[in-house]
């Protein structure tokens, strides 16, 4: 069984600091601290589908669309990583875009007679490219999907499901964006995302968020 001090000292020595949830989960099971240590690192710091640049982008947005400040680390990873301020504020930008889908929405839906939701759409998915910046046209549909999976604005985020698989985005890649969603927003909203995803995938729209070796 493992010690409170060898779990805290084993987590600070990877990570380089211990946040304040680290010593009280420590303090009274420390074999629980080790296990969500071991979770955290092969879920933000592993490679999977995407390269550390990648995901520190879709981390950037997600922390914004989830209203988190306190992602300090990230941008630090994100600098390590070789990304600089240009293609950091691009990201967030589109985090940015993401929520102007609201206002669209909510024009073409109460005044319908005089804005559609096709000149809506299409005005959003302008301001979605000149937010994109230097990101590429896929990742940036993932992280538009992010945003919007965590924003809960699921109609939006079919949209980009959708474009995302058209722009040559993988299963594996759309999985490992999403589950990014499990520490800022919690396991119910990240449930619902993946419903909104098998929906759009039993539609044919995409593929299925179960076959991580499917086609895009």
Known sequence: MATTKDVLAAVERKRGYLLTYHRMIGSSD??????????????????????????????????????????????RRAIKAGLGEGILTDSIALAGAAEAHRALWFGSHHWNEWISVDAATVRYLKICEVARGEVEPALAEIILAVCHGARRTYDAMRIHLKRAFEAGATVAQMSEALSYMLLPCGGPTLIDAVEIWEQ?????????PYAADAAP
């Not at 080790?34 to 550390?52: G, K, S, V």
């Not at 947005?61 to 992602?71: C, N, S, T």
């Not at 759009?200 to 299925?208: L, T």
Request: include cysteine; aromatic fraction near 10%.
């Open 200 to 208: 759009e995938g039993a539609a044919g729209n995409c593929p299925s």
């Open 30 to 75: 420390p074999d629980l601290l080790a296990a969500y240590d071991n979770f955290y690192e092969h879920l933000t710091l592993a490679p999977r589908a995407f390269t550390p640049q990648q995901r520190e982008l879709v981390w950037a947005a997600l922390q914004v669309a989830a209203d988190e400040e306190h992602g300090h680390i990230h941008m």
